[in-house]
Nanobody
Framework: QVQLVESGGGLVQPGGSLRLACAAS????????MGWYRQAPGKQRELVAA??????NYADSVKGRFTISRDNAKNMVYLQMNSLKPEDTAVYYC??????????????WGQGTQVTVSS
């Protein structure tokens, strides 16, 4: 079992920055991928950014503004968000794809952290 805890959300003015962090803990064997998703009120959850062992990918709406990074030694993933816009307002969720020692892969989600961009 893997637990994910996000931090770093809050209220920021348009054009501002926030840095989200997600810490994975528990019986960690091999984390294959980590990523950030977001869900705004009345909308479906959508991918923001994800990182595997060698690649990153971003939603078109955040390219050039957000940067995902991963610290494998600490089992953490970060999301640096710059030039924030009101449409970035959402609950941001951390997701982890974990391969257990039985070789099966499992998906885990964090509880979410609120990001509000407003003047």
């Amino acid at each position: 079992q893997v637990q994910l805890v996000e931090s770093g959300g809050g209220l920021v003015q348009p054009g501002g920055s926030l840095r989200l962090a997600c810490a994975a803990s528990g019986r960690i064997f091999s984390i294959k991928a980590m990523g950030w998703y977001r869900q705004a009120p009345g909308k479906q959850r959508e991918l923001v950014a994800a990182v595997t062992s060698g690649t990153t990918n971003y939603a078109d709406s955040v390219k050039g503004r957000f940067t995902i990074s991963r610290d494998n030694a600490k089992n953490m993933v970060y999301l640096q968000m710059n030039s924030l816009k009101p449409e970035d307002t959402a609950v941001y969720y951390c997701k982890c794809r974990h391969q257990a020692d039985n070789k099966y892969e499992y998906i885990y989600w964090g509880q979410g952290t609120q990001v509000t961009v407003s003047s």
